[in-house]
């Protein structure tokens, strides 16, 4: 069983910046993609960025220019840096792992709020 366990949420002020971490319980060499999903209240969650085990990444327009996807594959970490954040980019954020013809793996979550 895969578990994915993300880290570094929290509150920040609008224009302030907050690093994203995802923890892998096996070697993220596996995962054929790994991506952020965000989902605020009342809303359906939505992709933030995905890269792939090649190192091609793709950002959700709104994104793009204030967050960076990267990979640490010997640490088996997926990072998420997000600058310029305003009160829209409040959501809980989640990490996800691809294995092609498998089921995608999630994890729990951590929650952003970005409040003056």
């Known amino acids: 069983q895969v578990q994915l366990v993300e880290s570094g949420g929290g509150l920040v002020q609008p224009g302030g910046s907050l690093t994203l971490s995802c923890v892998a319980s096996?070697?993220?060499?596996?995962?054929?993609?790994m991506g952020w999903y965000r989902q605020a209240p009342g809303k359906q969650r939505e992709l933030v960025a995905r890269?792939?085990?090649?190192?091609?990444?793709i950002y959700a327009d709104s994104m793009k220019g204030r967050f960076t996807i990267s990979r640490a594959n010997a640490k088996n970490t997926l990072s998420l840096q997000m600058n310029s954040l305003n009160p829209e980019d409040t959501a809980r954020y989640y990490c996800?792992?691809?294995?092609?013809?498998?089921?995608?793996?999630w994890g729990q979550g951590t929650q952003v709020t970005v409040s003056s």
């Open positions: 890269i792939t085990s090649d190192g091609r990444s």
């Open positions: 996800n792992g691809e294995i092609f013809g498998s089921p995608t793996y």
């Open positions: 096996r070697s993220i060499f596996s995962f054929d993609a």
